[in-house]
């Protein structure tokens, strides 16, 4: 088995996709974790130092190595599924959830975020605002060929996440 969570920044990824693995008993693996360990160097350091287009290389190249494992919960960068055919990829290997709170939820979240995230930095709450709708807007046609599409606040709930998955499996 293998699930790939998708969506925007501060969505949940990282907290339900560890809840959801210990649930199913399987591995769990952070995508920029994973990129930070194979390169020797932070997101945010690969982003300065060598641009977001050799960044994107480096997550598709790590994406296409996880792709490989079994038994794993995936949590995706934010924008992984938008660039190449990581979208494609994801719903060939395994089952894409996109996580997807409301947009004041998003931005609740990240403002209390210890995370660096260069991309808001710096940012007032309705800049934040504005500038999450901006960006899902160009995301939106990519994470909505999600299989699974979990909306609003409830979204962090791993046995609802766990009941989509095993109803899709079922055809129910």
Do not use: W
Request: glycine share 8%; aromatic share 8%; net charge neutral.
């Amino acid at each position: 088995m293998k699930i790939y969570l998708i969506g925007y920044m501060g969505c949940g990824k990282s907290t339900i996709g560890r809840k959801v693995a210990d649930l199913l008993r399987i591995s769990f693996i952070d995508l920029d974790k994973y990129i930070e360990e194979r390169y020797f160097k932070s997101v945010p350091a690969i982003f300065a130092e060598e641009g977001e287009n050799r960044f994107r290389e480096k997550e598709r190249t790590a994406l296409l190595e996880v792709s490989e494992f079994e038994n794993v919960v995936v949590g995706t960068g934010g924008g992984a599924p938008c660039f190449f055919d990581n979208m494609e990829v994801m719903n060939e290997k395994g089952i894409t959830v996109y996580i997807a709170p409301d947009t004041e939820v998003l931005a609740n979240r990240l403002i209390k975020s210890r995370t660096e995230r260069p991309l808001i930095a710096g940012k007032s709450h309705d800049e934040l605002i504005l500038f999450i709708n901006s960006a899902l807007g160009k995301r939106a046609p990519f994470y909505e060929k999600a299989k699974i599409i979990i909306r609003g606040e409830n979204n962090l709930d791993p046995k609802l996440v766990i009941d989509k998955i095993q109803q899709l499996n079922t055809g129910n």
